[in-house]
């Protein structure tokens, strides 16, 4: 169930950014957690659209 507010699921084949240093990641291999956080510079990336 949402928690309300965006949860992360890393998707295969997406693109995740660091807004502080600008690491760019892609998901070549999905995990099955329901909320799933990958963080850089302790602050949570964001998908990249
Ligand atoms: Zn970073
Ligand atoms: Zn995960």
């Not at 928690?3 to 950014?17: D, L, S």
């Not at 963080?39 to 998908?47: A, G, I, L, S, Y």
Request: with cysteine; proline share 4%; hydrophobic share 35%.
């Amino acid at each position: 169930m949402p928690k309300g507010g965006e949860i992360m699921v890393a998707k295969k084949g997406e693109e995740y950014v660091c807004e502080v240093c600008g690491l760019a990641v892609n998901i070549v291999d999905e995990c099955g957690c329901e909320e799933c956080a990958i963080v850089c510079c302790e602050v949570p990336m964001k998908k990249k659209e």
